[in-house]
């Protein structure tokens, strides 16, 4: 990128080699989105059960990716945005139980082609706000023409209740931002702790039929 490109080029898609990085990152969410399908798959033939409820996947707006750069004081530019944002490609993945979140994020993280950067655990330490989730930062094989490249996607894995509570609660901060009051935090804090407690006593209910009695010998046997 020459000097100039470099200092007026306001917006990232008015930049050189937008296209291949838009096409890179979308790769990477379609690597993992397979990966992820084949294991789904896998789990279900072998145990008759399928630990994925759903899966939704996007990729940072231009507009998003930039406000970021702006937040860290970084070059607006997309070397920096490549150097700097590591959420540029997201997957959710929305698991039915507690434990089905860690079975999938070990399965898909003892692949040997998957590097971990970093893991934040926050259904073991929720946020104050009541958030809930597991985050993986994780760096994914491209194969392109001239070889391939890592590329980083931010796995975020959740139970349906946790995604019910994070939905609801992004759209209200989202739009009602000015009317959050304490009080309201701290209903919303509530609302995630009821949440959490079903999920404990959903996870028990599944146990109990699936991993325990008669059912668990069949399941075993397959
Ligand atoms: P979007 O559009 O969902 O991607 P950073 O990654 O630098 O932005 P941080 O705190 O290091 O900030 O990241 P963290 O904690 O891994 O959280 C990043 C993402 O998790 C957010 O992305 C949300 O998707 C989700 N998240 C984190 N905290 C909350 C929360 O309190 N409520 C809800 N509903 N979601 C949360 P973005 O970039 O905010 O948005």
């Known amino acids: 990128m020459t000097w100039v490109e470099k200092n007026f080029a306001r917006h990232l898609d008015e930049q050189p080699g937008f296209d291949e990085f838009v096409h890179e990152y979308k790769s990477a969410i379609k690597e993992v989105d397979t990966k992820l399908e084949i294991l789904s798959e896998d789990f279900a033939v072998r145990h008759d ?16 990716i930039e406000e970021k750069l702006h ?11 490549r150097e700097n944002i590591y959420d540029i490609a997201g997957v959710r993945v929305v698991c039915n139980f507690v434990e089905d ?5 070990k399965m898909l993280t003892s692949q040997n082609d998957i590097k971990v950067i970093s893991e934040k655990d926050y259904i073991k330490n929720p946020k104050p706000n009541g958030y809930r989730s597991l985050h993986l930062l994780i760096k994914v094989p491209v194969f392109l023409l001239d070889g391939h490249i890592d590329i980083p996607v931010e796995v975020q894995l959740r139970t349906v209740a946790m995604d019910f ?20 935090d701290i209903e919303l804090k509530a609302c995630a702790e009821v949440s959490a407690n079903l999920d404990k006593r959903m ?19 397959v």
């Not at 059960?49 to 990729?59: A, E, F, T, W």
């Not at 937040?71 to 945005?81: G, H, K, M, N, Q």
């Open 49 to 64: 059960y399928n630990p994925i409820h759903h899966i939704v996947k996007r990729l940072k707006t231009p507009v998003s």
């Open 203 to 221: 996870q028990k209910i599944f146990n109990e039929l699936y991993k325990g009695g008669e059912y668990r010998e069949n399941y075993w046997d």
């Open 71 to 81: 937040r860290l004081e970084c070059d607006v530019t997309i070397p920096s945005a």
């Open 101 to 105: 979140v860690y079975d999938v994020a």
């Open 165 to 184: 509570w994070a939905s609801l609660e992004h759209q209200l901060r989202y739009k009602k931002a000015n009317h959050i009051t304490a009080t309201t």
